[in-house]
């Protein structure tokens, strides 16, 4: 958590000072840390099925087929309709991120946070946002997802404040002040900068210490 607010802290200070997060620079070094430092949690996956379901060679591989299958599913929709595949792809982080905050906080809550970290960009920097989808899909439909975005955002930085004023009260002050700072930096921070902060010193580093408690390793 440390580590996260004085990135947060710091970035803000610079972009408040007039120096340029948005210089292809900075948006490199934040993607490179996706690459690097977020996107190997989840290299675990089969070691953690093993450790639960005791599984063997073949069924391994029969995962692992699966895992494949489904990857090329996913290209082949975003090859004839890559809208639709993104919108279900950011669906689908959704729930995926709302596990960070699962099981401390109700569901509705935790999902509601997952949707805010997705969508708070688009309250400040929407073009940016549509540029983003537009560049990642080769279609200027994405824009839309950006306005969808900037639809839901007020209500799901609402609901993930009402999650962070639970946890405070819970007696989870960590995670509280962890929440706010990834949401304080998913609004006023450009895009790329922000989720790779939430990505890379809050989402990653959560999951890889449950595999390591997990996996006693």
Known sequence: MICLIAAVAFALFFNSVGSS??????????????????????????ALMRHR?????????????????????MAAI?????????????????VHFAEDW???????FALGTACAVLT??????HGMISNIFVQLTG????????????????VALITAGVGIILAWREARSVDAIETAAILIAMVLLPPVIGFAMFFCL??????FAAAKGE???
């Open 139 to 154: 279609n200027t439909l994405a824009a839309t997802l950006a306005d969808f975005a900037m639809l839901v955002a007020p």
């Open 78 to 94: 975003w090859y004839v309709a890559p809208v639709v595949a993104l919108a279900s792809f950011l669906g689908i982080a959704s």
């Open 120 to 125: 708070a960009p688009a309250l400040l920097h």
């Open 21 to 46: 997060l948005l210089s292809g620079g900075a948006t490199s070094i934040a993607c490179l840390a996706i690459l690097v430092l977020g996107l190997p949690h989840g290299s675990l996956d089969i």
């Open 215 to 217: 996996l006693r390793t």
């Open 53 to 73: 379901s005791s599984l063997d060679r073949w069924r391994i591989s029969a995962i692992v087929m699966i895992y494949l299958g489904l990857a090329g599913v």
């Open 102 to 108: 699962l099981p401390d906080q109700p569901p509705f």
């Open 202 to 207: 809050s989402h990653s580093p959560r999951h």
